[in-house]
């Protein structure tokens, strides 16, 4: 059986969602970051870059990073249509989500939870993790001008995109704490009430 390596309120959330809006079996199984078992040995064989998401597949062979296992997770399940061949709506949909995972996610939201890793000295980390802020900002006004008379990114139905939009929200509304520009607010409280989304949220004990 499928399985996802996550923790609880991580990017490995949008995977999850992806998993229940597929329907079909897995496990999860919890990396408890905290304690630093990503590093551990036993999980080092599974995921050797040592964080999540990783999907152990029903063949035992794994697949980690975040795009690569939505798009695989979409590409087998195609009847759920969560990611369009089409040419244009193919590009749009990977133009949000490395913008969510390359850019907020890894240049914006590490520099606010993780100063340390930007900063030469004590003194700039202030500096840093506002740079961090600005670039989560912008990215927010960005995907609020994207959602605009939208539902869901590419339209009238959820994709892989909203997945990885809808990890960033959470860490917004939920971890900083604060408020999201209004179409983004809308998107965030129409995926939450998805019955995927809530379970998986359930799930992760975020409820």
Same mark, same amino acid.
């Given at each position: 059986?499928?399985?996802?390596?996550?923790?609880?309120?991580?990017?490995?959330?949008?995977?999850?969602?992806?998993?229940?809006?597929?329907?079909?079996?897995?496990?999860?199984?919890?990396?408890?970051?905290?304690?630093?078992?990503?590093?551990?040995?036993?999980?080092?064989?599974?995921?050797?870059? +040592?964080?999540?998401?990783? *999907?152990? !597949?029903?063949?035992?062979?794994?697949?980690?990073?975040?795009?690569?296992?939505?798009?695989?997770?979409?590409?087998?399940?195609?009847?759920?249509?969560?990611?369009? *061949?089409?040419?244009?709506?193919?590009? !749009?949909?990977?133009?949000?989500?490395?913008?969510?995972?390359?850019?907020?996610?890894?240049?914006?939201?590490?520099?606010?939870?993780?100063?340390?890793?930007?900063?030469?000295?004590?003194?700039?980390?202030?500096?840093?993790?506002? !740079?961090?802020?600005?670039?989560?900002?912008?990215?927010?006004?960005?995907?609020?001008?994207?959602?605009?008379?939208?539902?869901?990114?590419?339209?009238?139905?959820? +994709?892989?995109?909203?997945?990885?939009?809808?990890?960033?929200?959470?860490?917004?509304?939920?971890?900083?704490?604060?408020?999201?520009?209004?179409?983004?607010?809308?998107?965030?409280? !129409?995926?939450?009430?998805?019955?995927?989304?809530?379970?998986? *949220?359930?799930?992760?004990?975020?409820?």
């Amino acid at each position: 059986m499928t399985k996802l390596f996550y923790a609880p309120g991580s990017c490995a959330l949008g995977i999850h969602v992806l998993l229940e809006e597929i329907g079909a079996p897995f496990e999860l199984a919890k990396v408890n970051l905290a304690a630093r078992e990503q590093f551990l040995p036993d999980y080092v064989k599974i995921n050797p870059k +040592s964080k999540v998401p990783a *999907l152990m !597949r029903d063949d035992g062979t794994v697949l980690t990073e975040w795009p690569a296992i939505a798009a695989w997770l979409a590409l087998t399940h195609p009847d759920k249509g969560l990611l369009s *061949l089409e040419a244009e709506q193919l590009a !749009r949909t990977l133009e949000s989500v490395d913008y969510v995972c390359a850019s907020l996610h890894m240049q914006g939201f590490t520099r606010i939870w993780k100063p340390e890793a930007f900063a030469p000295t004590e003194t700039d980390k202030a500096a840093v993790k506002a !740079r961090g802020q600005e670039i989560v900002d912008k990215g927010l006004v960005w995907f609020d001008g994207e959602l605009a008379g939208k539902d869901y990114l590419g339209g009238a139905t959820m +994709s892989i995109a909203d997945a990885a939009l809808f990890y960033l929200e959470f860490w917004v509304a939920e971890r900083l704490k604060q408020p999201l520009p209004v179409h983004l607010a809308a998107h965030y409280a !129409r995926m939450r009430a998805r019955p995927a989304v809530a379970k998986a *949220l359930a799930d992760e004990g975020l409820v």
